[in-house]
């Protein structure tokens, strides 16, 4: 099976949502985020097509991975000094997170707000999404999808950052270069991210 990694354009936007509500159906910030398992795929899937359409792939740093035609992984990636999505961005995603968040968008608030608070101010490029589809694990998209990243962040000579929403992951990014900086602990009896951290190579 060969793995092809290229931007995302907007007719990819359904296949990426449907791909990261697949691949983060069990981790522990969106579980707690739609506690409900039989709509959460259905809201999930609301979430990450509205971030994507109204703010990150216009930032020309979402790309998929296509598994022999098929789209099997896909990540966000913000350049530096863009990752809080501008009022306007945020106005027109309002509506859809809304729908998707449904009576658990104080949840939702929690999390944006933890995050933000401990979001390194030095100018980055930040990995806000990256999930594999369950069609399409073990076959190497979420390595294709980094090391396609991290080689532009490299030529820049750029730090990069990312969370962690299970801890398990942390050796992953590890042999990436990222080192961990901290514990984002979610309040309202929220979860736990890693704060990550690369620095320039």
């Known amino acids: 099976m060969t793995v092809t990694v290229r931007a995302a354009a907007r007719s990819d936007l359904d296949p990426l949502a449907a791909v990261f509500a697949d691949a983060f159906f069990d981790d522990p910030v969106f579980s707690w985020m739609f506690p409900d398992e039989e709509s959460r795929i259905r809201r999930m899937s609301r979430f990450f097509a509205t971030e994507a359409r109204h703010h990150m792939l216009a930032l020309g740093g979402t ?12 990540s966000m990636w913000a350049p530096p000094d ?7 961005a945020t106005l027109r995603m309002m ?6 968040l449904g009576r658990h968008v104080a949840f939702g608030q929690s999390v944006d707000s933890a995050l ?10 930040y990995l806000s999404t990256i999930g594999t589809a369950s069609h399409a694990r073990g076959a190497g998209c979420g390595t294709a999808l980094l090391k396609s990243r991290l080689d532009r962040v490299d ?11 299970k801890e398990e992951n942390v050796p992953y990014y590890e ?13 309202r009896g929220g979860p736990t991210l ?3 951290w690369r620095e320039p190579q």
């Open 116 to 125: 933000e608070a401990a979001h390194p101010e030095e100018p980055h490029w």
């Open 63 to 74: 790309e998929v991975a296509e598994l022999d035609g098929r789209v099997g992984g896909g």
């Open 175 to 187: 042999r990436f270069g990222f080192t961990v900086t901290g514990e984002i602990r979610v309040p």
């Open 194 to 196: 890693w704060a990550m």
């Open 155 to 165: 030529a820049e000579h750029a730090p990069a950052y990312l969370e962690s929403s």
């Open 82 to 88: 863009q990752w809080r999505a501008p009022r306007g």
């Open 95 to 100: 509506p859809g997170l809304l729908r998707a």
